[in-house]
């Protein structure tokens, strides 16, 4: 693997990185949309599609940079997702799993939120302003969705009890 050393080549491998978390999003969503409740189901359901539009304008991104839009896997996030796995097939289908999941999502939302105002700073720093303002966009959309997976974590805490 050739070492990064230009801005320009830290922007290809952030897009790349990001690239890989919303394919990993779109390949694992679907396995947890079963036996949760309707609220986390319609978010999960909602994210498959975000994230599968995030990683179009990522390509997109990639592509005018003649970047490919692959290379190695985002650790992270796919270990976030492992994790969220494992409470899905441990934990008692219900709320405390449902509370669970959300708590893995949010990791994700975190990581995925942070490298894409990393990869935005790198994309105004090389003047590529058409990429930075792509990358605002997921990035906002990730903060929407973070927001809205704390709403849902409110909701079922109050139905939680001892």
């Not at 509370?99 to 894409?116: D, H, P, T």
Request: charged share 25%; aromatic share 4%; with cysteine.
């Amino acid at each position: 693997m050739a070492k990064t050393g230009t801005a320009r080549d830290l922007l290809i491998v952030a897009l790349q990185d990001l690239n890989d978390a919303e394919r990993a999003v779109v390949e694992r969503w679907r396995s947890f949309c079963s036996g949760v409740s309707a609220g986390l189901a319609h978010y999960l359901a909602e994210e498959g599609q975000r994230a599968a539009e995030q990683g179009a304008r990522l390509e997109q991104s990639l592509a005018g940079l003649d970047a490919p839009a692959t290379d190695a896997p985002n650790i992270w996030l796919r270990a976030t997702l492992d994790d969220a796995a494992r409470d899905y097939e441990t934990i008692v289908p219900g709320t405390l799993r449902d509370i669970a999941l959300v708590g893995a999502f949010r990791k994700a939302k975190q990581s995925e939120r942070v490298s894409y105002e990393t990869a935005i700073g790198l994309a105004q720093v090389c003047g590529q302003a058409e990429v930075a303002a792509s990358l605002l966009v997921s990035r906002n959309e990730e903060a929407s969705a973070d927001e809205r997976l704390a709403s849902l974590l409110k909701e079922l805490l109050a139905q939680t009890s001892v």
